[in-house]
């Protein structure tokens, strides 16, 4: 026999609310004693490999304001291009990198902040090799699904101009908006827009 079970409704999408922070970064919410540092603070240690670069940022809504509340994780692989994941070139990566790191935007200015390395380069499903780049992932108060982006590095223009991914962007205008600005010696400023003239490019991943 058959039961009926119209009595069980979709919930309804909710935004990310504060609690993201709480769960997710306690010390910079103020909450402390949980972690002794937040997840994915650092990436990098005395022993890590590679060129340390520093990036900075905002996102921004369509009306040129900072999310103030917004977090931010990035993802990307080592100085020689290998990611440290145990599925993936087993053993060979940088012990000593994460190759992962979150950051709550500041409450005051809505910067985020990532001490890492310049990653190297990596193949593209078929085989070419990507331009160095470094994975976003945006996700705030008003945003139901994450979003995702890249980031490439200025003085890589020939390999960004090899780019698989890069290649397939349409309006060729918008290629800018994946390319951070050099920012001082081993500094880069990479402001996301959500919506407006500077819209970033964002991925369906």
Request: charged share 25%.
């Amino acid at each position: 026999m058959t039961q009926d079970l119209t009595y069980l409704k979709e919930t309804a999408s909710q935004t990310a609310g504060p609690y993201v922070h709480i769960g997710l970064t306690p010390n910079a919410s103020g909450i402390t004693g949980v972690y002794p540092a937040d997840l994915g603070s650092a990436m990098v240690n005395d022993r890590t490999r590679g060129t340390r670069i520093t990036i900075r940022g905002r996102v921004v809504d369509g009306g040129g304001a900072s999310l103030r509340d917004g977090l931010v994780e990035i993802w990307q692989a080592d100085a020689n291009g290998l990611y440290n994941s145990p599925g993936e070139q087993r053993g060979r990566a940088d012990p000593d990198f994460t190759g992962w790191g979150r950051c709550a935007c500041d409450g005051d200015d809505g910067e985020f902040v990532f001490h890492t390395i310049k990653p190297g380069r990596v193949p593209f499903k078929d085989g070419r090799l990507m331009a160095p780049h470094i994975t976003f992932w945006i996700v705030a108060r008003g945003i139901n699904l994450g979003l995702h982006t890249r980031m490439y590095f200025p003085e890589e223009a020939q390999a960004n101009t090899e780019d698989p991914l890069l290649l397939r962007i349409e309006h060729r205008d918008r290629v800018a908006t994946l390319i951070a600005q050099a920012d001082g010696n081993d500094s880069y400023r990479f402001d996301i827009h959500l919506q407006g003239e500077r819209e970033t490019v964002f991925l369906d991943i």
